[in-house]
């Protein structure tokens, strides 16, 4: 079966996100002081041939910790559909 997996990837909510800061700071600039308290990620969109929803889970899981996310600085989180 093919799945597809959607991964959010954020900087960890006790570390500092300079480019959300940034962009926090540059909304009042805009008109938008209620925007406030941006963070910044990624997020990546990719697919995966496995026999079972939960075998795709484990491999996306594995991909995450070992190449995706740098897990002292980022959470992750994601989500499997299957294709067609």
Known sequence: MKFQAEIDIMP???????????????????????????????H???EI??????LATAKVDEACKKLLANQIMESYKFELVVLG
């Open 49 to 54: 041939e496995a026999d079972t929803k939960e």
């Open 12 to 42: 960890l909510k006790a570390l500092l996100d300079p480019q959300g800061k940034a962009v926090s700071g540059s909304m009042k600039n805009l008109g938008l002081p209620e925007i406030t308290n941006v963070r910044i990620g990624k």
């Open 44 to 46: 990546i969109s990719l």
